[in-house]
């Protein structure tokens, strides 16, 4: 159903409206949330996971172009139509790829569930900007990565730039928080991965550390690797608690990367064999 609108306050449309990722996430709270998706090939694989569409927003041209075969494929849905400067103006930002589209959240996943048989997951401790964990997590999707979990005070995977950046694969690989509650990491995580029988290497620059291609880690069956907020990094408690420390070698008197950089040389050389 083609509806074309010259504002976003009409029932239906209003969840484009220039809300934050906390309304977003919060304001519909009784129905458990939406998320915004963008571009054509980054809906698909969210329809591909499984997440229910609620509605579309796109460019006129879009109809009849890139995403006909996703009106095609849900065909009940209603598809909200302006010029792309009314869009733009309406939304609050620019549209790179022109098409939207409104998802309900799942429910919450248990991460125990997702790791039990699991070999290598990753554990990003407080990384708040939405750039970094949407690259770690096409990172971790493309290189052998089975799970990702998150601490209470990571960044959403499901906020509209972390989606971007990840390029849909936030919906390509399984994730859960590891806690909802700031007091439910580190010790409470830590005693959960210990029963589930991981490893855990944390990426820290101290006197301990190893090399990431120390053969004792690539020969752990099951690893989980922890990654730390931007500049501060991983927290002390959690570094001490691990049962390894590693670091990248590095030259040119360079002693660190961005913790998404990082990430994917990690998950390389880490990856199970």
Known sequence: MIIRIKDLQQKGADIFANLTERELRFSYEKEGGFFIAESPKVIERALNAGY?????????KHITGDAAFLIERCPDLPVYTAPREILEKLTGYKLTRGVLCAFKRKESVNYKEICKNSHRIAILENIADSTNVG??????AALGIEAVLLTPKCADPLSRRCIRVSMGNVFNIKWARIGEKAEDWPEKGFNALKEMGYKTLSMALRKNSVDIDDPVLCKEEKLAILLGTEGEGLDTKTIDMSDYVAKIPMSAEVDSLNVAAAAAIIFWELRSR
Do not use: D, G, N
């Open 135 to 140: 690259a770690i997590f096409r990172s971790a």
């Open 52 to 60: 229910e569409a609620i509605s579309f927003l796109m460019e006129e």
